[in-house]
DNA sequence: CAGTGAGCGAGCTTCCGCTTGACTT
């Protein structure tokens, strides 16, 4: 064998093979090969903090397959990406395999394309020990921290939790957020809303305008209306604009993250589980990156997809820049591999996927959208405050005709086309409608994972690649974040209505601040966030990320050396840690939420062994009830807190047993006769009724309940299961595969399906 | 489930970033 080229993604291998021909062989790393020890710090911290490098167990196997080849081949070439983990990757393939320089030749491409790779054959370099000692730097600093802090909280707060320098500051912005929300102290106000219409018009024609002024009071409010009836309505001035607006740039993991999850509701695992899917069948470039760059020959084929389906004057070529912070730009925006497939096969959301990532790259190079923005002013003869009407009508659609990007702001309403009538200055507008509509001040949003992936990317903290593996770590990895919902606050309000001459009252009673899907802090993460801000805050600062770069690229360019840094760091970050581990003193939260209204004794949230709970009185007969999900001590409310000991609750009985309501880690649920039964999704265990339950206890004790099919003489039975049907022979489940119906099945189809399902398995 | 740091102590937990399966009813 003559070449042996090693890059870091299997997904790779077949294209570039294809490219390359038969004097090569194309093999991948599967990312790094080797890392810290997992036993101990893996650092010697004593000199000069040399790293102590491993090959993990599940690396083991294709190391030794890469060493057989690499001693077979002439010449080595390192492909692995163009950034500071890829150079660290071929370092330390360069060290494990034992190559040498005259045996081996890094290169580096970033597309995927024939030109790209033939062209950074004919360029090859050696690696940059510069950029792979800040590589060291980085993999050694989070080491330190991760390892150093860890044991403090098992410590201090809880066995198994953890710290990072990124983990920790994304919880730290869930925390500071749900704070600023508890601090923040909503005040109504009334919106003033006039329907007119324009002298001259047929009286169906109707122009919805605003007034400018916001009023405190509903006193204020009625003021107003009350001058305004008789009042004579003139336009006062309008005022045109032309505007353009210009498409969004082609996707990057983090961009795609939050579209796929402000328009198709995914959640960051599984756009990133199905984008995964895509680029595995060649549908999509590399998932995992931070460049809104597009190859020559994506921008020319998307040109000339444009020219032909949309016409010349749809297409504008543009070459985006990245603008994030730490961004790296080893690989291409994520984009459809090849332009003219509009549709793929898969499954719907692998479809709908699909469907966006195309529109989103083909609109990246469609002409400006022109608009023009029209505000007009409307004059009352009897008040200062003016009414104004604002529209934005599209003159040349472009982009827009594909592709119109999300808005994370729920109270905005996406940009919909407003037609107006012809007005002019000095027309008379006809009020046929005021209205005063009281309206409350809002709090900061809560973080989606979407958004936090949004806000951990514009701070420059963590990568495309652990962006969903973060908020991994924070749900269900250590529990200090859920996901869910907020019930939002019951207001009443007085909303007014003026019509000819009559002002109308309306009482209403409205959810205000009501959220869904979002990340909400539990105790745990509140403690160990102030555990952190109070002993650790330069490592906990939303800035520390930023700062700690700044040094790696004086390391990258060979400007200071790697364990310099590391030294500067670490010396006055382990003192504070001795000072704190000699600390003895623990603090947990404790709260009186106050008085249980049955019994008089006193309600106290607290944290004890398994987490936050309440309590009612105090010795021998004190009862407990654990908080619920998202509640906290500090802001937990009597209300809901005596809530929590309405369960278990006997609902009724059957057949001489008493039915018990209750809720479990698995969520509500009934106990009856020595079982359990799940309640279904959306029954309330304090309200579910004894007949509801007698019903899920029959329904659930059929054996055959979740059974689509059975057929007796081959023992195989169709079940739907909770990941869809499948079908089950003799205690071995297999898929149902993709396109085939379940309700079509047969008994041959599915000895079809087994032994066929039998071979692969092998 | 247990129960809301009396003591002792062995042995365990943990980081970020690069990759893909293997696994689950």
Known sequence: MKNLLIVESPGKVKTIQKYLGNDYTVKASIGHIRDLGQKGMGVDIQHGFKPEYEVPADKKKIVAELKKLAAEADMVWLASDEDREGE????????????????????????????????AIKTPRTIDMNLVDAQQARRVLDRLVGFELSPILWRKIQPKLSAGRVQSVALRLIVDREREIMAFKKEPFY???ATFNPEGTKSSVKVKAVLDNKFDTLQQAEKF??????????????????????????????????????KLHLTVSTTMRLAQALYERG??????????????????????FICDNFGPE???PRQYTTHSKGAQEAHEAIRPTYIQNTSIEGTAQEKKLYDLIWKRTVASQMSDAKILKTDIAVESDRRPELFRIQASQILFDGFLKLYLEGTDDETLDEGSDVILPGLN??????????????????????YSEASLVKKLEELGIGRPSTYSPTITTLTTGRGYVVKGDKPGEKETVVNLKLTGDTITRSTKTEVIGSEKGKLLPQEIGMMVTDYLMKNFDGIINYDFTANVEKDFDLVAAGNRAWNAVIADFYTPFHKKVEDVLSDRTFSRPERELGKDPETGLPVIAKFGQWGPFVQIGEGENRRFAHLAAGQLIENVTLEDALKLFELPRTVGTLDGHDIVATKGKFGPYIKYNGKNFSLPKGCNPLTVTEQECQDIIKSSSDPAKDQLARFESSDITVINGRYGPYIKQN???YKIPRGTKAESLTEEKCLEIIKSAGKAKK
């Open 283 to 304: 549908l999509i470039t590399y998932m995992r990156t931070d460049s809104t760059n597009l190859s020559s020959l994506a921008r020319s084929t998307a040109k000339a």
């Open 191 to 193: 919106r003033i809303e």
């Open 88 to 119: 660290a990757i071929s370092w330390h393939l360069f060290d494990t395999l034992g190559l040498t320089e005259d045996k081996s030749k890094r290169i580096v491409f970033h597309e995927i394309t024939k030109d790209a790779i033939l062209n």
């Open 425 to 446: 200055l000095g027309q008379a507008m006809n009020c046929k409608e005021m209205r005063g509509e009281c309206k409350f001040t809002q709090p900061p949003f809560r």
């Open 731 to 733: 205690g071995v489940n």
């Open 225 to 262: 209306l009350q001058d305004s009836i008789g009042a004579r309505f003139t336009i006062k001035d309008i005022q045109q604009k032309d505007g353009v607006r210009v498409p969004a740039a082609p996707f990057t993991t983090s961009t795609l993250q939050q579209e796929a999850s402000r």
């Open 314 to 316: 749809y297409s504008r």
